[in-house]
């Protein structure tokens, strides 16, 4: 039979199938040896004589997969990042979306705490550099038009809450989804970040698509970005490098750039830019990893 992991909790894993049939059933035990985990959204190729004694035989081809929240074959990815407590950050944001453009996974930008936001302009300067990029940018003022508009992508995809602790993802999953009760955290004054409140991870019906309903924080690092793969995950250097002088431009040193000139111009963020430069440096001074022999 095949089907698809909605749940997995304490070594069980919960397979829907295409008649809405539920599963229990744990792994086999090869999957160790091949170092394969199944994850949440997975599908799953399983036997099973009863609903509660089925073994997953296979794991079938995944277009993506993230490490936190553990879920794969992700279509839609909500950041949400706030604009007060924690304090908007560029950077970070910039982190998240380079992460999601390389797992190929669509990115949404939910922007909270907009009702403790005394600059109204910081918010109309954000949208405007994302939205002039393509991305989609929800942030009103009133809860049901943001549920509303959330709701609206939601259809026939999965998707996955991700951002900075203290963000609000789990008070936002909570107004979506009251019934959830999810735990919520607040700001520790001392660190200026929220704790983790996350456990396990399920995939649940909402607006004709599935959400995670555990908000992940994602990973923040670079682990397997090439510095050749990077200008790649921004989609306004990728419009402008078929004009710059060279074919493999890296958009810093280079004579007749044109990312740098839509930089100059304007065109392209100077925040945009700088954390560019900052990621590539990362990426450039990362340490490689060599796997031990057993």
Not at 46 to 63: A, H, Q, V
Request: aromatic letters at 10%.
């Amino acid at each position: 039979m095949k089907g698809q992991i909605r749940k997995a909790l304490s070594g069980f894993y919960y397979v829907v199938t295409a008649d809405n049939t539920i599963y229990q059933t744990r792994g086999r035990g090869n999957f160790r040896k091949r170092k394969l985990t199944p994850l949440v959204g997975d599908w799953v190729e399983f036997e099973s004589s009863n609903l509660t004694d089925g073994y997953i035989l296979d794991l079938l081809p995944r277009k993506n997969e993230l490490v936190r929240p553990p879920v794969a074959n992700i279509d839609l990815g909500i950041v949400v990042i706030s604009m007060v407590e924690p304090a908007f950050s560029y950077n970070l944001l910039d982190r998240f979306l380079v992460n999601l453009e390389y797992k190929d996974i669509e990115p949404v930008i939910y922007l909270s705490k907009l009702d403790l936001l005394t600059d109204k302009q910081q918010l109309e300067n954000v949208k405007a550099v994302y939205n002039a990029i393509g991305y989609e940018v929800i942030a009103f003022e009133s809860d049901k038009a943001n549920k509303d508009a959330l709701e609206k992508l939601f259809h026939d995809k999965l998707s996955v809450f991700m951002g900075q602790s203290g963000a609000g993802k789990s008070t936002l999953l909570n107004k979506i989804r009251p019934d959830l009760d999810l735990a919520t955290a607040a700001i520790s004054n001392y660190l200026g970040r929220g704790k983790h409140t996350t456990r396990h991870v399920e995939l649940l019906e909402i607006g004709g698509g599935l959400v995670a309903d555990t908000p992940g924080f994602s990973s923040l690092e670079f682990q397997d970005i090439t510095s050749q793969e990077l200008p790649r995950m921004f989609p306004e250097f990728v419009k402008a490098a078929p004009f710059c002088k060279f074919r493999e431009c890296q958009h810093v040193n280079e004579p007749g750039c044109e990312v740098k000139h839509r930089v100059e111009s304007g065109e392209i963020a100077p925040t945009r830019y700088a954390n560019y430069l900052q990621f590539l440096e990362e990426i450039e001074k990362r340490r490689p990893i060599y796997k031990k022999n057993k």
